[in-house]
């Protein structure tokens, strides 16, 4: 990985496109800094601090009550509901279908409705400040709450602006590196929390040095764990019959089908963390956080901040809700991207057909039965890597943002950037080896 980014910098359109993305990172983070417009910042911090999730794919810019506090959730947010209406709208389908051009209007529709998201989620948010106070003289100004929601929407088109000038003219996904600058932002703030509360106030050296070692390891693990579940895959062969064209007997080779272990990315965690956390942030902005009823008891028990709490064990249940809609989103995301059937019978098309499996139907029962395994360990394996911090940080009081939900995103997009270096290389030497 070294010598490829090594290599990158002595290429001087790779190292252009290169030092465009450092400047726009740069950008992100003076917007993570600059303050919301009439916002008291002190109550809002105390109100939002502990709420990992969003602090984290906010880069701290919500805790800090900035412009960029919406960060680019709305953008994958809608992202994500065009692909399901993809799917549910068939005129949507012929567009993604339509090549180029199509893809073009479907991206053009999914920035509106980023838009209207940022416009909804900023209202929502600017009405809960209001409420709890937190807009100096809305009262006698009611103009500083649309202020307020202005500045919120256009931090967030902003930040979907920059994603895509980064497709455009940088390196990497735009939207994943957003997202992963804001997870990266976080981390020296976290280990900082962890130096102070579990190291420099241990009873004695050795046992601070202990705690160095236990925290040094468990990091380790987690990212090993994450670079497996990101790198582990199950191939399945393809045989492709072979066939006459022309004078010429062409195919016959052997492929296969790479079925990614951890098919839906990061995207189960998102989700089932967004359900479990939107309650209790609703009732905080307005104003009915605190209370001893049921309704305050299960918006305990759906904080993952209350779980493997020794004092109060019962909260700990809403883990099982939550590895429910891990379990739940991985097979229906997946289900969304791998259709069986499609592919089987795009197989039978070009000629192609696994091994001791007869093409059709016996085909996608294969298929369907490999992919339900492999989605499984998938789930399984995300479900580890996002309770081991959950854990540590309920057991032995940690309260960082980062753990394996924020490596899974970091890590892949590392590796897709690297990918695409070493892509761009590529291209260049062949191009320089046609033009000899």
């Keep these: 990985m070294l010598k490829t980014i090594k290599s990158a910098f002595k290429v001087r359109e790779i190292r252009k496109r290169i030092f465009y993305v450092f400047i726009m990172l740069i950008i992100i983070r003076i917007g993570s800094i600059i303050p919301i417009p009439g916002v008291e910042r002190d109550f809002f ?110 931090g967030s088109a902003f930040l979907m602006w920059v994603g895509e000038r980064i497709n455009e003219k940088g390196i990497g996904n735009g939207i994943s590196v957003v997202l992963a600058i804001n997870i990266i932002a976080r ?34 693990l987690v990212v090993m764990l994450v670079l497996v579940l990101n790198g582990a895959s199950r191939k399945i062969p393809v045989q492709y019959s072979k066939k006459m064209q022309g004078r010429k007997m062409v195919g016959g080779q052997l492929s296969h089908i790479p079925l990614k272990v951890n098919t839906a990315g990061v995207i189960p965690i998102i989700f089932a963390s967004s359900i479990m956390s939107f309650p209790g942030i609703i009732a905080q902005f307005m104003g009915k956080d605190q209370g001893t009823g049921i309704g305050s008891q299960i918006m305990m028990a759906m904080n993952s901040n209350s779980w493997f709490n020794r004092g109060q064990p019962i909260y700990t249940l809403g883990l099982l809700f939550y590895i429910f809609l891990v379990v739940f989103f991985a097979y229906f995301y997946t289900s969304i991207t791998f259709n069986p059937l499609e592919v089987a019978d795009n197989m039978k098309k070009q000629g192609g057909f696994v091994p001791g499996i007869r093409p059709g139907k016996p085909t996608v029962e294969f298929l369907t039965r490999i992919l339900n395994y492999v989605i499984f360990i998938g789930a ?33 997009v590392v590796l897709e950037t690297i990918q695409q270096m070493e892509s761009m290389m590529l291209v260049r030497n062949y191009k320089g080896f046609l033009n000899d």
């Design 187 to 220: 981390i020296p703030n976290d280990l900082g929390t962890l130096y102070e509360n579990h190291i420099k106030t241990a009873p004695s050296i050795a046992r601070g040095a202990l705690a160095g070692i236990i925290i040094l390891a468990i990091i380790v």
């Design 380 to 412: 399984i394996g995300l479900v580890i890597v996002a309770v081991i911090p959950f854990f540590f940080n309920g057991m032995f009081n940690a309260n960082v943002s980062f753990g394996g939900t924020s490596l899974i995103i970091v890590s892949g």
């Design 45 to 154: 911090r105390s109100i939002l601090e502990g709420n990992d999730l969003l602090n984290m794919f906010s880069g701290g810019a919500l805790e800090q009550s900035a412009i960029f506090a919406l960060s680019i959730n709305p953008y994958i947010t809608s992202s994500i509901i065009m692909q399901l209406l993809t799917i549910a709208i068939p005129k949507l389908e012929e567009l993604q279908k339509d090549g180029e051009e199509g893809r073009k209007k479907i991206a053009s529709i999914t920035r509106y409705v980023t838009i209207g998201l940022a416009l909804f989620e900023s209202t929502a948010m600017a009405i809960g400040f209001g409420n709890r106070g937190w807009i100096t003289g809305l009262k006698d100004n009611p103009l500083k709450g649309v202020i307020v929601v202005a500045s919120l929407t256009a």
